[in-house]
């Protein structure tokens, strides 16, 4: 039975979360207004629990389910087992964590009133965007 870790994130928007984790390959994600138990590879409910979670069904038969818990000061905490840090290490949680901000700066530029007119992505992964505003 893996042990479930946790990591401190950058992580603030649970929409946008959902987003990002859709971005990387899981468009299966729960949310939740108050945390759910985990589950870990055999079926077995953990004592752990998040509020937005990925079940181990979309991540593979091995795997244990994926979450993330809202903190007070506002940021998620991934909880991710021991097993499944072997593909969920802290690159991937970086590259998610791009993914989130990329969601939570579009998202937040459109309601201010730019629209993006341009978007590449360069080899590094940088994203490179032109926003217009209509007035």
């Known amino acids: 039975?893996?042990?479930?870790?946790?990591?401190?994130?950058?992580?603030?928007?649970?929409?946008?979360?959902?987003?990002a984790l859709a971005d990387v390959g899981y468009g299966e994600v729960e949310l939740h207004d108050t945390p759910q138990p985990l589950y870990g590879y055999q079926g077995d409910v953990r004592?752990?629990?998040?509020?937005?979670?990925?079940?181990?069904?979309?991540?593979?038969?091995?795997?244990?389910?994926?979450?993330f818990l809202h903190q007070d000061d506002g940021h998620y905490r991934a909880v991710i087992s021991e097993y499944d840090r072997?593909?969920?290490?802290d690159r991937w949680l970086a590259h998610l964590t791009?993914?989130?901000?990329?969601?939570?700066?579009?998202?937040?530029?459109a309601a201010q009133g730019f629209a993006l007119t341009e978007e590449t992505t360069e080899r590094d992964g940088t994203v490179r965007m032109v926003l217009r505003r209509f007035q």
């Open 1 to 19: 039975m893996s042990h479930f870790t946790t990591m401190t994130t950058q992580l603030t928007d649970p929409d946008a979360l959902r987003a």
């Open 47 to 67: 004592s752990d629990r998040a509020h937005v979670i990925v079940r181990r069904a979309h991540i593979g038969r091995a795997s244990n389910d994926i979450g």
């Open 86 to 89: 072997r593909k969920h290490d």
């Open 98 to 109: 791009a993914r989130h901000a990329y969601h939570v700066t579009t998202g937040t530029l």
